[in-house]
């Protein structure tokens, strides 16, 4: 998929605002549970998503992005946001952080078939910039994971909570 340079970057403002929105939620639902030190890093990168969606508007300058409608994003599901079945608001803090490092790997694949794909110098440049920014993401992620409780069941185990 060949972009071009404001096509490209539309995109990728896109799914920094998707991305702090995710993390938005996944910080108040850890804060509903009590779990605080887990939805402080989920509202540090709901920062960090809207700083990087913030230096990319600086990079834009006066260049004109599109205004793609939903149907015009080239993906399938935007890469920062899984299944809205994926987590409720009795989701655990392991299963909330394995939901967000999955949304970073959907980034970062995204980032590297643009960057394998596209013809054009500063997309390929900035598409393997943004790519290493969500390895790091992955990278942080996994060292909470790896010092993070696991439950007992997965949440795809777990039983519907009765209404």
């Known amino acids: 998929m060949s972009y071009t340079l404001p096509e490209f970057l539309a ?3 896109a799914m920094e605002e998707e991305a702090a929105e995710r993390y938005l ?3 108040d639902m850890m804060e509903s549970h009590r779990n605080d030190e887990v939805s402080a890093l989920f509202r540090d990168m709901h920062r960090y998503s809207l700083k990087h969606r913030d230096s990319i508007r600086e990079r834009v300058g006066s260049t004109e992005l599109p ?3 939903s149907w015009q994003y080239r993906w399938r599901t935007p890469p920062e946001m899984g299944d809205e079945d994926a987590f409720d608001y009795m989701i655990e803090a392991y ?3 394995k939901y967000a490092r999955a949304n970073e790997v959907r980034a970062m694949e995204y980032y590297r078939s643009v960057t394998g794909e596209s013809g054009d110098a500063e997309v390929k440049r900035l598409a393997g910039e943004f790519a290493a920014e969500e390895q790091e993401h992955v990278e942080a992620l996994d060292e909470w994971l790896g010092r993070t ?3 007992s069941q997965t ?3 777990d039983p519907e909570p009765t209404r």
């Open 67 to 69: 205004k793609l409608k």
């Open 11 to 13: 995109h990728a403002i």
């Open 95 to 97: 299963n909330a952080l």
């Open 155 to 157: 949440w795809e185990q």
């Open 25 to 27: 939620e996944l910080a």
């Open 149 to 151: 409780t696991r439950p």
